[in-house]
């Protein structure tokens, strides 16, 4: 399998998508794209710019570097009827971006390390994401050790009300399902095309791009 069919199938994956839906989205037919996933069909440049936009990486990744989870991050969708900020200044060494209309100032990644660490940030919990901030927080004040994350992470899971850490007991909770029809799971099919509908708009938004 090519890189590319990997990266192709790792976004379907990340997205929680099966390959008849990313074929909807995609606005291909469905043994089409599953000739791309498989590496036996080469897709159009429209078709890829769409995936890279998909995964929140940039083309030259989704062609030639074989990507992991940690690397994808799904792009936030934004809604068509918002204008699109008019940008101030930029500094890429900085990584800080300016806006008018409306004023106000974000941070961006400036290498792979970074965005690899917003990547898996993003993917966390509520609660994981609190102890990580206050982790941080924690060792860049007076330049002081925090305790690992790991710990932090067990030290939230064992304070639990009324059961001290030291004498919490593994039980195995015995669950009996009942015996109905084999098949597949039921899909909300309202959830289903909500999701569908947002992803379209995700690369709908993409500018068209012209190749000569």
């Known amino acids: 399998m090519s ?17 008849s839906v990313m074929a909807d989205i995609l606005k291909v037919g469905f043994r089409t794209y599953v000739r791309y996933e498989a590496g036996e069909r080469d897709a159009p440049i429209s078709v890829l710019v769409k995936l890279s ?15 992991g989870s940690h690397d994808i991050s799904p ?10 900020p008019e940008t101030k200044l930029v500094n890429f060494r900085k990584g800080e971006i300016a806006f008018r209309k409306p004023a106000r100032q974000e941070l961006m990644t400036i290498d792979s390390s970074e965005k690899r660490l917003l990547t898996l940030f993003r993917k966390m919990d509520v609660d994981l994401q609190k102890v990580c901030v206050e982790s941080i927080q924690e060792t860049v004040k007076g330049g002081s050790s925090a305790p690992p994350l790991r710990s932090l992470r067990i030290g939230v ?21 009942k015996k109905g029809r084999p098949g597949r799971k039921k899909i909300n099919k309202k ?22």
Do not use: H
């Open 75 to 84: 792009v936030p969708v934004i809604s068509k009827v918002e204008a699109t």
């Open 157 to 177: 899971v064992n304070k639990r009300p009324g059961r001290p850490a030291s004498s919490r007991v593994a039980k195995t909770k015995v669950s009996i399902k």
């Open 53 to 67: 936009r998909l995964g929140n990486i940039s083309l030259e990744q989704l062609l030639t570097q074989e990507v």
């Open 3 to 19: 890189v590319l069919a990997k990266n192709i199938r790792l976004i379907r994956k990340e997205l929680r998508c099966t390959q």
């Open 191 to 212: 959830l289903l095309k909500e999701k569908i509908d947002r992803l379209k708009m995700i690369t709908e938004s993409i500018s068209k791009i012209t190749v000569k």
